[in-house]
Protein backbone atom coordinates (compact mmCIF):
# COMPACT_ATOMS: atom_id res chain seq x y z
CA UNK A 1 0.00 0.00 0.00
CA UNK A 2 0.98 2.89 -1.13
CA UNK A 3 -0.05 6.37 1.39
CA UNK A 4 -0.38 9.56 -1.03
CA UNK A 5 -1.13 13.33 -0.20
CA UNK A 6 -1.73 15.88 -2.08
CA UNK A 7 -1.35 19.82 -1.40
CA UNK A 8 -0.70 23.12 -3.51
CA UNK A 9 -4.42 23.84 -4.26
CA UNK A 10 -5.72 27.38 -4.06
CA UNK A 11 -7.94 30.06 -5.41
CA UNK A 12 -6.45 31.59 -8.72
CA UNK A 13 -6.88 33.57 -11.38
CA UNK A 14 -7.92 32.92 -15.17
CA UNK A 15 -3.98 32.25 -17.03
CA UNK A 16 -2.55 31.84 -13.48
CA UNK A 17 0.18 28.90 -12.76
CA UNK A 18 -0.43 26.09 -10.05
CA UNK A 19 1.72 23.63 -8.73
CA UNK A 20 0.49 20.38 -7.04
CA UNK A 21 2.73 17.93 -5.02
CA UNK A 22 1.86 14.67 -3.90
CA UNK A 23 4.13 13.16 -1.29
CA UNK A 24 3.81 9.30 -0.88
CA UNK A 25 5.03 7.21 1.84
CA UNK A 26 4.79 3.60 2.19
CA UNK A 27 5.78 1.13 -0.33
CA UNK A 28 8.36 2.05 -2.72
CA UNK A 29 7.52 4.75 -4.96
CA UNK A 30 9.54 4.37 -7.92
CA UNK A 31 7.66 0.72 -8.00
CA UNK A 32 4.47 2.62 -9.24
CA UNK A 33 3.33 4.68 -11.91
CA UNK A 34 1.83 8.00 -10.57
CA UNK A 35 -1.21 9.83 -11.69
CA UNK A 36 -3.44 12.84 -11.60
CA UNK A 37 -7.39 13.13 -12.15
CA UNK A 38 -9.75 15.60 -11.27
CA UNK A 39 -13.54 15.86 -10.38
CA UNK A 40 -15.87 18.92 -10.52
CA UNK A 41 -19.47 18.68 -8.70
CA UNK A 42 -21.55 16.58 -10.72
CA UNK A 43 -19.26 15.37 -12.53
CA UNK A 44 -17.63 12.23 -13.17
CA UNK A 45 -13.51 11.85 -12.23
CA UNK A 46 -11.52 12.45 -15.14
CA UNK A 47 -7.84 11.13 -15.99
CA UNK A 48 -5.40 14.42 -16.09
CA UNK A 49 -2.21 13.17 -16.62
CA UNK A 50 0.18 10.47 -15.91
CA UNK A 51 3.98 9.58 -15.46
CA UNK A 52 6.03 6.06 -15.87
CA UNK A 53 7.21 4.41 -12.72
CA UNK A 54 10.89 5.95 -14.25
CA UNK A 55 9.32 9.05 -15.47
CA UNK A 56 10.71 8.78 -18.75
CA UNK A 57 6.63 8.40 -20.47
CA UNK A 58 4.20 11.14 -19.66
CA UNK A 59 0.64 10.89 -20.65
CA UNK A 60 -1.92 14.15 -20.81
CA UNK A 61 -6.02 14.20 -21.25
CA UNK A 62 -6.49 16.28 -24.59
CA UNK A 63 -7.99 19.38 -22.80
CA UNK A 64 -4.46 20.19 -20.73
CA UNK A 65 -1.65 19.32 -23.31
CA UNK A 66 0.40 22.02 -24.02
CA UNK A 67 -0.75 23.49 -20.35
CA UNK A 68 0.07 21.00 -17.54
CA UNK A 69 3.10 18.97 -17.18
CA UNK A 70 3.66 15.91 -14.85
CA UNK A 71 6.72 14.94 -13.11
CA UNK A 72 8.61 12.66 -10.41
CA UNK A 73 11.30 13.40 -8.07
CA UNK A 74 11.61 9.81 -6.76
CA UNK A 75 14.46 10.26 -4.14
CA UNK A 76 11.54 12.53 -2.29
CA UNK A 77 8.68 10.01 -3.15
CA UNK A 78 7.11 13.27 -4.54
CA UNK A 79 5.04 13.21 -7.91
CA UNK A 80 4.02 16.86 -9.15
CA UNK A 81 1.69 18.19 -11.22
CA UNK A 82 2.77 21.83 -13.19
CA UNK A 83 -0.55 23.37 -13.70
CA UNK A 84 -0.03 26.85 -16.25
CA UNK A 85 -2.50 29.22 -18.29
CA UNK A 86 -5.13 27.55 -16.15
CA UNK A 87 -9.08 28.29 -17.25
CA UNK A 88 -12.00 28.14 -15.33
CA UNK A 89 -13.02 24.97 -16.58
CA UNK A 90 -10.16 23.27 -14.69
CA UNK A 91 -11.87 24.45 -11.28
CA UNK A 92 -12.26 20.95 -9.33
CA UNK A 93 -10.60 18.37 -6.76
CA UNK A 94 -7.44 17.14 -7.95
CA UNK A 95 -6.38 13.71 -6.86
CA UNK A 96 -3.00 11.90 -7.69
CA UNK A 97 -3.13 7.95 -7.33
CA UNK A 98 -0.72 5.21 -7.77
CA UNK A 99 -0.83 2.45 -10.07
CA UNK A 100 1.42 -0.67 -10.63
CA UNK A 101 0.48 -0.97 -14.20
CA UNK A 102 3.49 -0.13 -16.59
CA UNK A 103 1.03 3.00 -18.87
CA UNK A 104 -2.11 3.42 -16.66
CA UNK A 105 -4.30 5.94 -18.17
CA UNK A 106 -7.77 4.87 -16.60
CA UNK A 107 -8.85 5.33 -13.26
CA UNK A 108 -9.38 1.21 -12.93
CA UNK A 109 -6.12 0.92 -13.11
CA UNK A 110 -5.14 2.56 -9.79
CA UNK A 111 -5.72 1.31 -5.97
CA UNK A 112 -4.17 4.10 -3.98
CA UNK A 113 -5.35 7.45 -4.05
CA UNK A 114 -4.99 10.19 -1.98
CA UNK A 115 -7.36 12.89 0.13
CA UNK A 116 -7.46 15.40 -2.96
CA UNK A 117 -6.95 19.02 -3.60
CA UNK A 118 -9.47 21.69 -4.13
CA UNK A 119 -8.27 24.31 -7.30
CA UNK A 120 -10.16 26.79 -8.11
CA UNK A 121 -9.82 29.43 -11.30
CA UNK A 122 -12.15 32.02 -11.44
CA UNK A 123 -12.87 34.64 -14.84
Known amino acids: QVQLVESGGGLVQAGGSLRLSCAAS????????MGWFRQAPGKEREFVAA????????YYADSVKGRFTISRDNAKNTAYLQMNSLKPEDTAVYYC????????????????WGQGTQVTVSS
Open 26 to 33: GRTFNGYA
Open 97 to 112: AASPFTTPRSAALYFD
Open 51 to 58: ISRSGDST
